[in-house]
């Protein structure tokens, strides 16, 4: 039973253009969201996070939008860069708890 | 300031033996987690501590898998004995209470 979901396991992107990376979550008790980076042989690294009270949290090319009626939150990354290239995986918090999606495989283009 | 340190990087055994892997956390970092992530898959909690506490441990397999944090700062994971689907890489992490984790590089086990 997947609480949090990423339905694209790889998005493939030109240099210079616009990522967008989604996550669906199934319980509208979630009160926080975090985005994590992975490149290989390395742990995840935390990106950005939004609390269920914001819609928009922006921090340099990254800005994570959240829609708690549709339950859904999307990453945008402006503008991509070769170095994005990684798995990110898109994670809640419940309480003490912290799940993880399955992630999405972005690979940018030069 | 000093990451996640984990080890060993790599590991493999043989189906039925043990192995064990060793977590140090960010210094003052009272939270402390073991994540276990299988191939194709995001990080699945295994067990969470507060200092030298468990908080949550109800997706360990208890049969086989333990796990202790000596005075609240290092941690051990140990599974004994092995299965072929125990194989993938085993994540620790650290935090300040309820904020964003702090992940080591993951301890890649492979069982066969």
């Known amino acids: 039973d997947q609480q949090v979901k990423q339905n694209s396991p790889s998005l493939s992107v030109q240099e210079g253009r616009i990522s967008i990376l989604n996550c669906d979550y199934t319980?509208?008790?979630?009160?926080?969201f975090l985005w994590y980076k992975k490149y290989p042989a390395e742990g995840p690294t935390f990106l950005i996070s939004?609390?269920?009270?914001?819609d928009k949290n922006e921090d340099g090319r990254f800005t994570v939008f959240l829609n708690k009626s549709a339950k859904h939150l999307s990453l945008h990354i402006v503008p991509s860069q070769p170095g994005d290239s990684a798995v990110y995986f898109c994670a809640t918090r419940y309480g003490q708890n912290f799940v993880f999606g399955p992630g999405t495989r972005l690979s940018v283009l030069p | 300031e000093a990451g996640v340190a984990q080890s060993p990087r790599y590991k493999i055994i043989e189906k039925r033996q043990s192995v064990a892997f060793w977590c140090n956390p960010i210094?003052?970092?009272?939270?402390l987690y073991w994540y276990q992530q299988i191939l194709g898959q995001g990080p699945k909690l295994l067990i969470q501590?507060?200092?030298?506490?468990?908080?949550?441990d109800s997706q360990l397999p208890k049969d086989r898998f333990s796990a202790e944090r000596l005075k609240g700062v290092d941690s051990t994971l140990k599974i004994q004995p092995a299965k072929l689907e125990d194989s993938a890489v085993y994540l620790c992490a650290s935090s300040l209470g309820r904020a964003e984790q702090f992940f080591g590089p993951g301890t890649r086990l492979t069982v066969l």
């Open positions: 501590f507060q200092n030298n506490g468990v908080v949550d």
């Open positions: 319980n509208s008790m979630f009160d926080y």
């Open positions: 210094s003052g970092h009272a939270t």
């Open positions: 939004i609390s269920s009270i914001k």
